[in-house]
């Protein structure tokens, strides 16, 4: 099973990415699913597809031979994902005077979308359903909370959850004695262990670098590199493998008139996205006179991203995290390219590596040696964070 994230900021290209990369595997012979992340879904408009995506309930719809889309119905998934918890939530916005209607959207809450979308993504890699699967992200932030729902959801599964039903199963009784306010039943908790279960895995298989890869889009202006810069590193801070940066509405320097106008003011900005992404792949796609919607189109922007390579093909081989054990030293190796150190904190909390970077922060859980160690020393070697430890017992 092959996994392939293209992410970036809004606008600058994904779908077409996405959907180009997806349409020539299939062509290929790759059973080929794209999925859209972004609740402003536009896969079906990159198909040209007439109506829109006439498929509401969210399942994958065939496009093409050995191609299917995915646009996910929030709504559909939580009737079959999250129905006491969604029960739970529209009950206690209800109570509060709110109208049923506006209950039940509120009760929609940030993240919902984002674990939906893995609980499909891990049910298809546990039938081995797909050859290929494809994500079409959100733009960057939504990225950002999507990759690290997992790790949060099993910090709050250890530290938190048999905590708090224990607590409420004992406070339930005199609570409902008090106030009118619904507490959430064992139903409520029973259903979250349940979609825990069925993430089982998924975090293992976003940062499984051999499997699973990001490619970036970006184009040559300056806000839209600084951001995709900013997204190369928290990817990398979330365990996943950057192999490749899409380069999108490059205009060439042979253009005449205003194209080649807006060519020389490109061209610093080319060059800073090599000074950037080194030594990352960058794979340059033309400035297109013309709408690229449906199979042929998509098909011909695939043949200009790969020729006639594989477009699932590893790109570029970098394992962002590593333990490292060697010669009775410990050491943990954290890719961070282009970080800003003064934004970069570090501790350890029990079994786990604290590392922070600005406002995101990722709860490395350690080996058993490790665990047992404590941190003495971190320094950057390029982009790597190397972060050293001393043996139980040994010398700091």
């Not at 309930?57 to 006491?84: C, F, H, M, R």
């Not at 010669?327 to 003064?342: A, F, I, N, W």
């Amino acid at each position: 099973m092959r996994l392939i994230l293209f992410a970036g900021k809004g606008g600058s290209g994904k779908t077409s990415m996405s959907a180009a990369t997806a349409a020539l595997a299939a062509q290929q012979g790759l059973n080929t699913l794209v999925i859209s992340l972004d609740p402003a879904h536009s896969l079906s408009d990159a198909f040209d597809l007439e109506g829109g995506l006439l498929d509401l309930t969210g399942e994958p719809v065939q496009v093409a031979p050995n191609l299917a889309i995915q646009e996910i119905n929030v709504n559909v998934a939580i009737k079959q994902y999250w129905d006491q918890v969604h029960s739970y939530l529209s009950a206690l916005f209800n109570s509060t005077g709110l109208q049923e209607v506006v209950a039940e959207e509120i009760a929609v809450l940030p993240g919902m979308e984002e674990i939906s979308a893995l609980l499909y993504i891990n049910q298809y890699v546990r039938d081995q359903t797909y050859d290929l699967m494809i994500l079409d992200c959100a733009p960057t932030a939504e990225s950002m909370r999507f990759v690290s729902v997992p790790s949060a959801l099993e910090w709050y599964m250890k530290k938190v959850f048999k905590l708090e039903r224990t607590v409420l199963k004992v406070a339930r009784p005199i609570a409902a004695r008090l106030t009118d306010v619904p507490l959430p039943g064992d139903d409520y908790f029973a259903n979250l262990e349940a979609l825990f279960k069925k993430l089982e895995g998924v975090d293992r298989l976003l940062t499984d670098h051999e499997s699973t890869t990001v490619r970036l889009v970006c184009n040559p202006e300056k806000m839209v590199l600084k951001e995709s810069q900013r997204a190369y590193t928290y990817f990398s801070l979330y365990g996943l493998a950057v192999e490749a940066v899409i380069m999108n509405r490059v205009w060439p320097a042979d253009a005449e008139g205003l194209g080649r106008e807006l060519a020389a003011l490109q061209k610093p900005y080319l060059a800073q996205a090599e000074q950037y992404f080194a030594p990352l792949p960058i794979l340059p796609v033309e400035q297109k006179r013309h709408e690229v919607l449906g199979v042929e189109r998509l098909l011909e922007l695939g043949r200009e991203l790969y020729g006639q390579a594989d477009p699932a093909a590893r790109l570029y081989d970098r394992q962002p995290l590593a333990f490292i054990k060697q010669d009775g030293r410990l050491q943990v190796r954290l890719h961070l390219p282009s970080v800003d150190k003064t934004r970069l904190k570090l501790h350890k909390v029990g079994d786990e590596l604290v590392v922070e970077v600005g406002v995101f922060r990722k709860h490395l859980a350690l080996p058993h040696s490790f665990a047992l160690a404590r941190p003495t020393k971190a320094v950057f070697h390029d982009d790597d964070l190397l972060i050293d430890f001393s043996q139980p017992g040994g010398e700091s």
